[in-house]
């Protein structure tokens, strides 16, 4: 399969093309989260009038050699080295209803 002379030709396409700079004021205005402190930290309102959500998290890798006596040695009997990681991620979310609070509550995590 021969891409090159197509990604050459695409290339040369774009190139090609006029150039256009960026006017910052063109953006859109974008409003910054709104804080949530009575339902505790870490709590922001990503839409105005909308839920309070608080998104956290943990992140863990190890990485090293195993000692020759312990499991982890190839069919051939060289030791190998041991990487593992684990994470997790929980998503809280808790409005204001008619009939209360209510409250949505999400962990999704692997590894230990």
Not at 79 to 92: E, F, H, K, L, T
Request: glycine share 12%; aromatic share 2%; with cysteine.
């Amino acid at each position: 399969m021969r891409t090159t002379p197509m990604i050459l030709a695409a290339a040369a396409l774009l190139a090609a093309l006029p150039a256009r700079a960026l006017d910052l004021r063109d953006l859109p205005v974008v409003k910054a989260p709104e804080a949530c402190p009575h339902e505790g930290p870490g709590f922001t309102r990503l839409v105005p009038g909308g839920p309070c959500t608080r998104i956290s998290g943990r992140v863990r890798a190890e990485a090293g050699t195993p000692v020759p006596a312990r499991p982890g040695l190839a069919l051939d009997g060289a030791p190998r080295g041991v990487v593992s990681g684990a994470g997790q991620v929980a998503i809280d979310t808790r409005t204001q209803t008619d009939y209360g609070p209510a409250r949505a509550y999400i962990r999704l995590g692997t590894g230990r």
